[in-house]
Structure formats: structure tokens, C-alpha cells
Antibody, heavy 119, light 107 residues
Framework: EVHLVESGGGLVQPGGSLRLSCAAAGFTLSDHYMDWVRQAPGKGLEWVGRSTTKDARYTTEYAASVKGRFTVSRDDSKSSLYLQMNSLETEDTAVYYC??????????WGRGTLVTVSS | DIQMTQSPSSLSASVGDRVTITCRASQSIFNYLNWYRQKPGEAPQLLIYVASSLQTGVPTRFSGSGSGTDFTLTISSLQPEDFATYYCQQSYSTPLTFGGGTKVEIK
């Protein structure tokens, strides 16, 4: 059974940094594109970024709102995905979901981890 | 970026009702359109992928249709667990984009 478990969320001051982790189980991480999606309190879903596979040369892509501040990375040997978030802004406050992509769909989601950016 | 517009933003319905939600893309996305249900306090759950394919384990009361720019999610007979928020999402190109959501409430 596929499981995705996020960790690393918490309270951080504006301008600070945070690193989220996602532990994957029940499938081979190296076979899949992986996404981060966030949801601000009471708001809709926003795609944050993506890590592709070795076949796609491990390229990463980002939403314009986080490009240059956030970095997605992965360690297939540890079945883990990461999101390094720098220069955090209050608008980055959200639940961050780790999600698996497969054949043009996001088919599994973690439960999410809450990031609060506030002074 | 491809903009996704859902309508309505909310609706009230009763158990057993037939419900239809629409989603429009700002350009053709062929059939690269997915639908998700999100219950309060939970992660989204994939219902329909590539416009009309039912995800494994999802009840057959859910169906999807459309291609190009206009898509529809239909729930044939609303059940208590279907009172939730529904999102469409295009997977044609990055950045992946979602519709604003449709909240289905109890009448």
C-alpha cells in the first residue's frame, strides 16, 4: 500500500527557512515524478513544484510564486522527497502536501504538514 | 499558465440528488483533466483521471466527461460522504493548475 508521510512543518518567522521531508513507502520512488502541493487556510489547492525521475534527468519545476526561494530534491536510496523553503513569506503559510504523480494524474497524497510563517 | 475555472463555487443538495460540476480551461488541454474530492481536514482524493477514467476503488456514482476546454463531473446519487469540496486539475502542462473548488453542502 502506498504511503506518503510529510514532516518538518512548524512556525517560522518571515525571512526564515524550513525543510520539509516526505517519506515514501509501498512503491519505488525512483519510478515516479513527485509533486508538492499546498493549501493556505480556507483556500484552494496550489501546485508548488515537481521532481522528475532519472529518465527525465531529475529536472525540477516550480510555480512562479516560489521559484528562486524553494528547492525540491529527492533521495531515491532513502525513498524520500524534500522541499527546502527559504526567504519565507506570510503568504507561504499553508498545509504542504507531498504527492505522487503517475500517468498524468496525482494519484496519492500524504496527510500534509502545516507551515506557519508569522512573527 | 492555464487557468481553470470551476462552477458553481458552491451548491446545496440532498442525499440522492444528481449533482453536476463544470470546469473550463483557458486553452485546450485535450483530455488531461483530473477531478479530486477533499473532505474537511483530509487530503484530496483522486476520483477521475484523463477526463473520464474512474480511479480504482472510487464508486461508480462518479463520472466525468469532456475534452478540449470544457469538462463535467457528475455524481449520480449524492451520498453523505460526498458533502465535500471538489477540484478539477489540468495535467497538460506545468505549472499544474487547479480550479477554485466547488463546495457541496447539505440542503
Amino acid at each position: 500500500e502506498v504511503h506518503l508521510v510529510e514532516s518538518g512543518g512548524g512556525l517560522v518567522q518571515p525571512g526564515g527557512s524550513l525543510r520539509l521531508s516526505c517519506a515514501a513507502a509501498g512503491f519505488t520512488l525512483s519510478d515516479h515524478y513527485m509533486d508538492w502541493v499546498r493549501q493556505a487556510p480556507g483556500k484552494g489547492l496550489e501546485w508548488v513544484g515537481r521532481s522528475t525521475t532519472k529518465d527525465a534527468r531529475y529536472t525540477t519545476e516550480y510555480a512562479a510564486s516560489v521559484k528562486g526561494r524553494f528547492t525540491v530534491s529527492r533521495d531515491d536510496s532513502k525513498s524520500s522527497l524534500y522541499l527546502q523553503m527559504n526567504s519565507l513569506e506570510t503568504e507561504d503559510t499553508a498545509v504542504y502536501y507531498c504527492a505522487r504523480s503517475y500517468n498524468w494524474k496525482i494519484d496519492y497524497w500524504g496527510r500534509g504538514t502545516l507551515v506557519t510563517v508569522s512573527s | 499558465d492555464i487557468q481553470m475555472t470551476q462552477s458553481p463555487s458552491s451548491l446545496s443538495a440532498s442525499v440522492g440528488d444528481r449533482v453536476t460540476i463544470t470546469c473550463r480551461a483557458s486553452q485546450s488541454i485535450f483530455n488531461y483533466l483530473n477531478w479530486y474530492r477533499q473532505k474537511p481536514g483530509e487530503a484530496p482524493q483522486l476520483l477521475i483521471y484523463v477526463a473520464s477514467s474512474l480511479q480504482t476503488g472510487v464508486p461508480t456514482r462518479f463520472s466525468g466527461s469532456g475534452s478540449g476546454t470544457d469538462f463535467t463531473l457528475t455524481i449520480s446519487s449524492l451520498q453523505p460522504e460526498d458533502f465535500a469540496t471538489y477540484y478539477c486539475q489540468q495535467s497538460y502542462s506545468t505549472p499544474l493548475t487547479f480550479g477554485g473548488g466547488t463546495k457541496v453542502e447539505i440542503k
